[in-house]
């Protein structure tokens, strides 16, 4: 009986799509240096310099105003950020939404965001290792370095017992 080379050649092939498709995209990794980057504003339009900020930690957020669980995330990160920010934290918001500024605009009159928010731009989601899902967040030290990746939504106590770690 002759065995047909095609059955070998399409099992190869379902094995290499299924290693492609099932296989993680895993964003920048913990204990990487965070990305530079210089982003406009939403509220003033100012450009924010990532070397501003050095020597406090963060929790910079990726996230779109169509987006429920980034809508859902935000009241956490206000209250995070009322809560730490006199200790050398802050939250630093970058929206992947392409409409421009306007709908970002509304939802941080609307929640009363009061951190940073900030439009993305292809090089800064690229640099933070590509950012296929959202929200997705990176916990940086006051070194500079991602100490922890967050994939989807996150509660605020794992925020703030993550954060508190960190804080002298």
Known sequence: MKKNPLKKINFFLVMILLFLFLAPVS??????????????????????????????VMLITFFATWCPPCMQEIPSLIDLQKEFGAK???????????GGTSPVKKVIEK??????????????????????????????????????NYPGFVGHTIFAEDIKQLLP
């Open 27 to 56: 964003p920048l990794s913990a204990a990487a240096t965070m990305p530079h980057f210089a982003l406009k504003s939403v509220t003033d339009g100012k450009t924010l310099d990532s070397n501003e900020l050095q020597g406090k």
């Open 88 to 98: 050398g934290f802050t939250v630093v918001a970058i929206s992947v939404d392409q």
């Open 111 to 148: 929640t009363g965001i009061n951190y940073p928010v900030l439009m993305a731009d292809s090089k800064v989601t690229s640099d933070f290792g590509g950012i296929v899902g959202i929200p997705t967040s990176f916990l940086v030290n006051q070194q500079g370095n991602v100490i922890k």
